[in-house]
């Protein structure tokens, strides 16, 4: 299994080994950049930003670890998040 196929369904932000979707819970898909396939839990909203979008920290994006990838809610679907890019470590 590679390291896509291993994160597709996967929780964002949730341990490893019990990264699974939970019960109860409302989750958005990630679609696209380095967090493709992984779900983050909407059911609290995020934390947005100005523009609707969310920047979610990771290590694996384009600016390394510190670095964030941002995402926003589809217009027609918005349980669908779309990456808009990478941003770089805040400072």
Do not use: K, N, S
Not at 58 to 74: F, K, M, S, V
Request: a negative charge; charged letters at 30%; aromatic letters at 6%.
């Amino acid at each position: 299994m590679d390291e896509t196929e291993f994160m597709r369904g996967r929780v964002y932000g949730a341990d490893h080994e019990d990264a699974a979707p939970r019960p109860g819970r409302r989750y958005a898909e990630l679609v696209g950049g380095p967090l493709d396939g992984l779900l983050l839990d909407v059911t609290d909203g995020p934390e947005r930003q100005e523009d609707g979008g969310v920047a979610l920290p990771t290590e694996i994006g384009r600016h390394g670890p510190g670095g964030r990838a941002l995402y926003a809610p589809r217009e027609a679907e918005p349980l669908c998040f779309d990456w808009q890019g990478d941003l770089p470590p805040h400072r």
